[in-house]
């Protein structure tokens, strides 16, 4: 997405969501690159987007990540989102919060998903 794009969706009230700056598998990385990767981009993110003065939420490209991909996470994140999933529950944990591809399914399947995650208070 351009600079412009992703203005116009802050403009338009949207949150904006850290996913590295060049959506590598973080796995792969030391300590110096993860932290250009995730701190880099959030910085990036909050210099460019006017209405931005903090990134809370993270996802992990492809999914991957490791202890210590979570460790620096934690130092510049909220929460993180990451493999695919369904539901979140109440003790599951802010840097391994699931994600649901909303895109993806019909929306009787997510007011049955929402209506489940309502009955288990999760």
Wanted: proline share 3%; hydrophobic share 30%; with cysteine.
């Amino acid at each position: 997405m351009s600079k412009t794009q992703l203005q116009d969706l802050v403009d338009r009230g949207h949150e904006m969501m850290n996913h590295t700056k060049t959506h590598v598998s973080l796995t792969s990385l030391d300590d110096t690159e993860l932290t250009d990767e995730i701190g880099g981009a959030k910085q990036w993110l909050i210099d460019n987007l006017a209405g931005v003065d903090q990134v809370r939420s993270f996802t992990s490209p492809f999914a991957h990540y490791s202890q210590a991909v979570l460790n620096k996470i934690a130092q510049y994140h909220e929460c993180c989102t990451g493999p695919l999933g369904i539901y979140n529950y109440q003790d599951t944990p802010d840097l391994e919060l699931y994600y649901c591809d909303a895109g993806a399914k019909s929306p009787g399947v997510l007011r049955g998903y929402i209506d489940t995650a309502i009955a288990n208070k999760s």
